[in-house]
């Protein structure tokens, strides 16, 4: 039985799910202060069925030994399911991009740690 969505991340891969039936996703852990938004921590999983929510993210993200505020989740490409050497390629190719650019996170899916959406605004400089 597939467990009922209880946040916005839950609702996130359910639809995708539904639209891709298979996907892998890249996801970066992020801290955040008043000013900063500092990646931390990468990796990827393959999504093969509709099963997986929050609370299965929490204790994989618990196991990345970091204090982290937030996460970004984005699809490794259109085609759904990559091999693990092109999710690992990718994943590098990102994470270099959002050390050099955190704009990029507001192509992904960002969420906070109690899965609800977040969005990334620029700060002015006065």
Not at 25 to 49: K, S
Not at 58 to 79: H, L, Y
């Amino acid at each position: 039985m597939t467990p009922p969505a209880t946040t916005d991340f839950d609702d996130w891969i359910l639809s995708t799910y539904a639209e891709t039936e298979g996907f892998t996703m890249l996801f970066v852990l992020l801290r955040i202060t008043e000013v900063t938004v500092e990646p931390l921590r990468a990796a990827w999983l393959h999504v093969v069925g509709d099963e997986v929510r929050w609370r299965d993210m929490m204790a994989q993200f618990t196991g990345a030994g970091v204090e982290w505020s937030a996460v970004v989740f984005f699809r490794a490409g259109r085609e759904g399911l990559v091999p693990d050497a092109e999710a690992r390629a990718r994943l590098g190719a990102l994470t270099r991009k959002l050390h050099e650019d955190r704009s990029l996170i507001r192509e992904g899916e960002f969420f906070n740690r109690d899965g609800l959406r977040l969005q990334l605004e620029e700060v002015k400089k006065h």
